[in-house]
């Protein structure tokens, strides 16, 4: 079962042009896109570098280490569906943005 996870207001995030925030043990690139936001999993399938440090494109982040993009809408990677991404529901309640996130599952 989801959950709703307050990560901060967005005046206390450092948006560059990501935030790296942190939900149920997930690391989460969230963006400012237009008058509302955007999150999916930080870390870059490929190599793991920070997608929050990527360029933002039209719609798109574009990984600063070898330039995969990734859809910020749907997590798909350029490179083929292998390589996309989770995204993550966003909304802002009371001044503070909340992320909804379904926990992790253990291993056995
Ligand atoms: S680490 Fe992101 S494209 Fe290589």
Same mark, same amino acid.
């Given at each position: 079962?989801?959950?709703?996870?307050?990560?901060?207001?967005?005046?206390?995030?450092?948006?560059?042009?990501?935030?790296?925030?942190?939900? =149920? %043990?997930?690391?989460? @690139?969230?963006?400012?896109?237009? #008058? /509302?936001?955007? &999150?999916?999993?930080?870390? +870059?399938?490929? =190599? %793991?570098?920070?997608? @929050?440090?990527?360029?933002?494109? #039209? /719609?798109?982040? &574009?990984?600063?280490?070898? +330039?995969?993009?990734?859809?910020?809408?749907?997590?798909?990677?350029?490179?083929?569906?292998?390589?996309?991404?989770?995204?993550?529901?966003?909304?802002?309640?009371?001044?503070?943005?909340?992320?909804?996130?379904?926990?992790?599952?253990?291993?056995?």
């Amino acid at each position: 079962m989801s959950a709703w996870i307050d990560v901060g207001a967005p005046a206390e995030l450092e948006f560059r042009p990501g935030a790296t925030v942190v939900a =149920a %043990g997930r690391r989460i @690139a969230l963006f400012r896109v237009g #008058d /509302g936001y955007r &999150a999916l999993d930080n870390p +870059c399938p490929h =190599a %793991g570098a920070a997608l @929050a440090d990527g360029t933002l494109l #039209d /719609g798109k982040v &574009a990984c600063f280490l070898h +330039c995969w993009e990734f859809d910020l809408e749907t997590g798909a990677c350029d490179v083929g569906p292998e390589w996309n991404v989770r995204v993550y529901p966003v909304r802002e309640r009371d001044g503070r943005l909340e992320i909804e996130v379904e926990p992790e599952v253990a291993p056995d």
